[in-house]
């Protein structure tokens, strides 16, 4: 093939032709030689000699370029002034390639002329009027291609070639071919024009070598691209694999996702430990995503030699189900969910299984309820021993209907909790780590915090009296509690069973006394005036109604209380997020909350845990129980990191009851478990000290400043 192949018209315009396809890309696809004069050296016009060059670059042709200088204002007053016109030449020229000031869609272009520069395939210079101080304008344009037989095309054109007519490229050239008769003449008068222009033997021309900051530009740029293609390429070999994955069923780590250190770290063990342990990681540290990611880990592995898995992952909610269902749809996966009626799930569950062929794998999503029911149970009987068990909120299933249901033959095991230890239930907890394996990962509020894998965080704890009537109730409720105590300390049998039962009523019933302290709602009105301007804040309330020594089931309920006040009274945009919402609606809650059409969320136990709103700044505790569990969950919903937030904060209402030597030593039992929790929650927060202050003369009165 030779230039003669190629069919060529003698004109060209933008207008009628595509330049670029018509003629520059066949034509430098049979040449070896490339001569090219564009007028003023530009980043766009640069971008039309990168065009087509491909195939003359595997052929080991050469580029020659000349082009003049595009001075602007500041160039030309400071020649005038006298400055050396060469150096400010050099510095025009390397400022229209430089890597910062080249718009996106010319990277690329200019990166190839880089490229061929390191290569040796292109050489640059530049031209000026001579005797003018580099002020007087080259602007011809003409182009020489030659092939491997000595054949010819040369070419004039672009008259309109322009910055603006670059962009847009418009262009018009004239076309001459040394092999027609009429057209050898001009062909090879271009020819000697450009030769003696590149020799510098033009009269009335001065040529200057290329400027090394400019060179130096292009290469940058070349080095950019490089990385680029690479970072594509990389990006689309991992794309395709992905899709091979997620086609059987796999899981594949989106490409957005980037795993922090200690993911990292807890993966790394979870599979040197035989793919079998517990990550025991503080609230809204991503224990969800490294699961994820383990389960993409062990999948590669199982995949290589051609095994299937089935993966099950149990879960205490129903909202949970939806939240793990939408993240293991962005690592690729679709899982059965297996909750609600038992018909809605039990086929596809089954079918999943059953059809489960080598290098296949399924994964199944399902509330602890369902897990432990003989249907699910029936169920995951067939999966065979190629089965993982990842339990979220892990903490649940130590209770003995569940333990005793956790499958023997799974080969692989992955616990999740903030706090795997159940509360006053040793066996439970010891029952989650003998399943389960040892905590691979131990990730702590204050490690979490510091990592910045959480929030900072500042606590407040507001005292809130009793009122005289709650003060007697509660004091009624005490003796008795104190009472209790006392018999069961000799008693045994069935009399101590019954004893401890009803100590269990009685505490309950005077922490909720403590919980509905009417009190609590005039301080959160004095809180919320400080901060009603302020978006996404929670209120946590104390659950069922207000008790009263009258009626135990307790009168108004505290939410409503709190919805009033919001809603009402401060004219916030709230609503409440509890069991009675569905669960459509609790999705379209925290849409709204996280979007900012809601100001404040109301709730009592439904956000303790699993809901991600890491928009939430604000938290006041109107109630929560000793169990440290609860308070923990709550505190992580909060502490979460979201774009633009910087701090949270915790508004704690503690009620305190009247102090009565009679009762004193009942009393500090409950106010070392109640302490601790102050403390826990004070003492990673920014304003440890100021917060502890507050609560000094209660530590003090009973003696609790060692908690």
Known sequence: MSLRSVSIKDFYRSDTSDVARDFYVPVLAEAVRYDRAVGYFTSTSLGLVARGIQKLRTKGGKIRLVAGPRLSDEDIEDIRQGYEYREIIARAVAREVAPEKVEAQMVERLGILGKLIAEGVLEIK?????????????????????????????????????????????????????????????????????????????????????PEEAEDHLRELAARVSEANAETAARENRRR?????????????????????????????????????????????????????????????????????????????????????????????????????????????????????????????????????????????????????????????????????????????????????????????????????????????KEAIELGALTRYRYRPVLVPLTDEEAAYYTVLTSKIGTLYGQIKGAKGKSRDEAEAQLGQLLSRRAKVLGHAEGKIAALRYELDKRRDQPFQLVYCAEGGRPQEDDPAGGERQVDQALALLGNSLGMRVHTYTSQESRQERRELLGAFGSGDLEALVSMRCLDEGVDL?????????????????????????????????????????????????????????????????????????????????????????ELMDV
């Open 241 to 445: 694999r992905h899709e091979a994955a997620n086609k059987h069923g796999w899981a594949a780590t989106p490409e957005e996702i980037e795993l922090r250190d200690y993911q990292k770290e807890a993966i790394t063990k979870w599979l040197q430990f035989g793919a079998r342990g517990i990550f025991e990681m503080a609230t809204g540290t991503g224990k969800t995503i490294t699961a994820l990611a383990a389960l993409d880990q062990i999948g590669r592995q199982l995949r290589a030699r051609g095994s299937s898995l089935v993966t099950v992952i149990v879960v205490p909610l129903l909202d949970l189900v939806d939240q793990w269902s939408q993240e293991l749809n962005r690592f690729g996966i679709v899982p059965v969910q297996c909750r609600d009626a038992i018909a809605s799930w039990w086929a596809q569950a089954n079918d999943a299984i059953a059809g489960l062929q080598p290098g296949r794998a399924a994964a199944l999503v399902v509330t602890n309820k369902t897990f432990g029911s003989p249907a699910f149970q029936d169920v995951l009987s067939s999966a065979g021993n190629e089965l993982l068990i990842i339990a979220d909120e892990a903490h649940h299933l130590g209770a003995e209907h569940y333990r005793t249901r956790l499958p023997d033959h799974a080969s692989w095991r992955l616990a999740l909790s903030a706090t795997p230890e159940r509360w006053f239930d040793d066996e439970g907890t010891a029952a989650i780590r003998g399943y389960f394996g040892d905590t691979l990962i131990s990730l702590g509020l």
């Open 126 to 210: 530049i031209a000026v009027m001579a005797g003018t101080n580099g002020l007087g304008i080259y602007h011809e344009k003409i182009g020489v291609i030659a092939d491997a037989e000595g054949n010819t095309v040369a070419f004039t054109g672009s008259l309109n070639e322009t910055r603006a007519a670059m962009e847009n490229n418009f262009e018009s050239i004239e076309v001459f071919t040394s092999w027609t008769q009429a057209d050898a003449r001009r062909a090879l008068r271009t020819q000697r024009n450009f030769d003696a222009l590149w020799e510098g033997k033009t009269e009335c021309l001065e040529v200057l070598e290329f």
């Open 614 to 702: 890491p928009d939430a700044r604000i938290a006041y505790m109107l109630a929560s129980s000793s169990n440290p569990r609860q308070f923990i969950q709550r505190r992580g919903r909060i502490l979460r990191r979201a774009p633009g937030k910087t701090e949270a904060e915790v508004i704690d209402f503690i009620a305190v009851p009247p102090q009565d030597r009679d009762l004193y030593e009942t009393e500090r039992k409950l106010f070392r478990r109640e302490m601790r929790r102050f403390v826990e929650f004070a003492k990673y927060s920014e304003n440890y000290g100021d917060a502890l202050s507050e609560l000094r003369d209660l530590r003090e009165y009973y």
